[in-house]
Nanobody
């Protein structure tokens, strides 16, 4: 069983930056491909970014490419999402997720096996 706990969400003005973090339990964190997703009430869950087990491969949604950066620290069992140049449309609940099978990050939510509880990010205009 993998437990994921997000933190670092909050309120930020448009154009600002925020970093959300995800702490993972378990001794095999380095074997998980990790992803960040976001979802607003009444909307479908959207892939944001993913990172391979070693961190050598990353993948981003077009809507965040060039603004967001995903990273991980396997020694600390942590994955991060640095968000710059935030826009009001980035307002969502952000979730981290773990894929215990694939070595390359997938953009498909059903491919992830474990999910955190989410952290709210609100960008004011």
């Amino acid at each position: 069983q993998v437990q994921l706990v997000e933190s670092g969400g909050g309120l930020v003005q448009a154009g600002g930056s925020l970093r959300v973090s995800c702490a993972a339990s378990g001794r095999t964190f380095s074997t998980y491909t990790m992803g960040w997703f976001r979802q607003a009430p009444g909307k479908e869950r959207e892939f944001v970014a993913g990172i391979s087990r070693s961190g050598s491969v990353t993948r981003y949604a077009d809507s965040v490419k060039g603004r967001f950066t995903i990273s991980r620290d396997n020694a600390k069992n942590m994955v991060y999402l640095q968000m710059n140049s935030l826009k009001p449309e980035d307002t969502d609940v952000y979730y981290c997720a773990a894929d215990v099978q694939r070595s390359i990050p997938s953009s498909g939510g059903p491919n992830y096996h474990y999910w955190g509880q989410g952290t709210q990010v609100t960008v004011s205009s």
